[in-house]
């Protein structure tokens, strides 16, 4: 005769009692609000190299300040390699990043020298914030100075231009 055996649950194992540690053993450093938005995070921050406004808190990594972002800015400032509105602290996505070298490339196109001021307003593009307002003019040097690639094209056109023939 076969022994009745009970009947496995599937899908869940026992709830096992685990005691959690408050402390991983490392000393824990405040990060305090996000430098962007300014939001209060206990969760994952992310360090923001070169960011261009003054802070309450710079950290360093060696020798390199920096400051913390939420994840969200985070993530937007290292994917858009720091593209940050001057007026409200908005961190571009790659996509906005995307559309402003458009409108940049728009007005090199339109001008007969091709030359763009680093100081100049991007035409017809205005910083358009998710979470709060802004509508303030972006200028060129804000996406290009942070985008290594954009400068160096910027300098091999001034030296293909005629004007420095």
Known sequence: M??????????????????????????????????????????????????????SQIFNDKGKPFVYLCNKCGLRYNKSAGCVCRHCRWVFCKEEKRKAMQFIDKMRRNRPDGHVDMDEDIEDFV???????????????????????????????????????
Do not use: I
């Open 127 to 165: 910083c358009s914030p998710k979470y709060w307002p802004c509508g303030r003019p972006w200028k060129v040097g804000w996406v290009l100075l942070n985008n290594n690639q954009a400068q160096l094209d910027l300098e091999e056109d001034d030296h293909d231009s005629p004007a420095s023939m």
């Open 2 to 55: 076969k022994s009745q055996q009970p009947a496995k649950q599937r899908g869940r194992k026992p709830l096992q009692h685990t005691t959690r540690h408050t402390s991983s053993g490392r000393p824990s450093r405040v990060k305090g609000p996000c430098q962007a938005c300014h939001e209060t995070s206990d969760g994952c921050m992310r360090k923001a190299f070169d960011w261009p406004f003054p802070a």
